[in-house]
């Protein structure tokens, strides 16, 4: 059964995404029902990007080497 789902989208969002779909807004919620379906898979197969890992990544760093502080802002 399907249920219908609105989104506040920024202006400039929607029309990318109008676009995109060549100006189609019927194309734009198949659209967007299937990012959105794909998303919900990857994050349950544990393939969704790990973005709290990046953050602790670029924090680390080995003490007496060049890299000081953050990552990418030593010499």
Do not use: F
Not at 6 to 20: A, C, F, G, P, S
Not at 46 to 68: C, H
């Amino acid at each position: 059964m399907q249920k219908k789902l609105t989104l506040n989208l920024d202006e400039k969002v929607y029309q990318r995404l109008l676009n995109h779909c060549r100006g189609d807004e019927n194309a734009l919620q198949e659209y967007a029902a299937k990012i959105l379906a794909t998303h919900k898979q990857d994050s349950e197969e544990g393939t969704a990007p790990d973005i709290e890992g990046l953050e602790g990544y670029l924090k680390k760093g080995n003490a007496g080497s060049r890299s000081y502080g953050i990552k990418g802002q030593g010499w």
